[in-house]
């Protein structure tokens, strides 16, 4: 079956894309990108010490699940508040003031030693990445050129994604150098501090940018055709989130599953150093940046990318699963890296080449709803089954320890998943565009 394109460009818009470096000459965008790239540092660094610290101090996997289950569910009950504020907002100062509350919070982490503690700093410090990330999101097209977007949207998910490896670098190296897990320790000092710095430096780089002054787009442009006012709900009527939707979704459980188990699997079962673990998560970065690489090299995009991307996540879940030492894991992180980002930035790119500016911040904020969800659901779920399920004795496979079965039943499931929201999706796609051949490559319209 042919594939379906979802997010061509708009009449009248021939110009070639440019490469990174004329991109980055547009100030605004290489400020924000700067600024995402170091905050972004500094998060990857403290979450992978958090997961840490939470598991030496309660040897529990649904402890584990319980950061980013904290981190997410505040999207389920402000989402909708969120993205409708947004939309009256000035997004540089509404990205500015979260930077600065995101800086404030994370500075108190070592202040106690409480596991609660870490709790309520993962559950706050997502309600302001919550109000942060749709008004990023929607201001990127605002800084680049149309025929740009596919790049800049790679950089921006890339400035998230590459910046994994020097993260875990960092934790490795803080906990080589200081030593220790408690909250109070020297290396948690050290990491949490040089976080609250990094929000300090992208609201530095926000802060001069004039392109983002102001409400996204004049008042107008926030009805239908009908003169009703977008609202959050309204996000989930767009054909083109209703296509690439389902797996954002299946990619969240799968990113899910690997975040909640992933150390304990690492550490537990192949008998892996934090050290090796975060060699892991660096290798993960990498394979992040290379996927990236190869969507844009390929030019691919559409729904259909999407759900391919996903298949091919929850196939490596499944097999690395099972892999016998660290070595394996390590190549698995790799394509697990590769394939959950190509996935998630030829998601965003179908929302951003298609989308008006008032209908992107309310898709950009049910996606990442969708994403939070997914993520805190599949994390939850995979973190109890581990800790309440005994050893499992398979007739090929021999005694498997739950981390390993869950793990595997993840990958499986997304995998199985993927294929058959791939079918439904292209069902979706061809009755946006009834004038559609059966067998031609029909585009969603807008």
Known sequence: ???????????????????VRTLLRHQGFRRLLIGQSVSALGDWMATVALMALVLDITGSSTAVAGILVLRLAPAALAGPLAARAIRKWDRRRTMVAMDGLRAGIVVLVPMVHAVW???????????????FLPARDAAVPDLTHFDDLPLANGLVLGSSYGTIPLG?????????????????SPQMLAVFSLDALTYLVSLAMILPITELRGAPAPEGDAVDGAGHELRFRDAFRLPLLRAVGPATVLAALGIGSLFSLGIVFV??????????????????????????????WSGASGSDVVFACVAVQGAVIAV????????????????????????????????????????????????????????????????LAA???????????????????????????????SVIGRQ???????????????????????
């Open 1 to 19: 079956m042919a594939g379906a394109t979802v997010g061509a460009a708009p009449p009248g818009s021939s110009r070639a894309p440019h490469g």
């Open 117 to 131: 503690w870490v709790f309520v700093w993962a559950f706050v410090l997502e309600l302001a990445g919550l109000v």
């Open 168 to 184: 875990a670098g960092a934790f490795v190296l803080f906990s080589a150098l200081l030593g220790g897990h408690s909250a109070r």
């Open 267 to 296: 550490r537990d079962v192949l008998g892996a150093s934090n050290a090796e673990f975060g060699v892991l998560v660096i290798l993960f970065g990498a394979g992040a940046a290379a996927g990236l690489g190869v969507l844009e």
């Open 320 to 383: 690395m699963s099972l892999a016998p030492g660290i070595g394996p894991a390590f190549l698995g992180a790799a394509g697990f890296g590769a394939s959950t980002a190509a996935a998630l930035a030829a998601a965003m790119s179908v929302l951003q080449e298609k989308l008006s500016d008032r209908e992107r911040i309310v898709a950009f904020a049910a996606f990442h709803v969708l994403i939070r969800a997914g993520l805190a659901l599949s994390a939850l779920a995979t973190g």
């Open 387 to 417: 800790d309440l399920i005994g050893r499992v004795h398979w007739p090929v496979l021999g005694t498997l320890p739950p981390a390993r079965v869950v793990l595997f039943g993840s990958g499986a499931a997304v995998f199985v998943s």
């Open 424 to 446: 439904a999706t292209a069902t979706l796609v061809r009755g946006a565009d009834p004038g559609a051949a059966p067998d031609a490559s029909p585009t969603v319209a807008t």
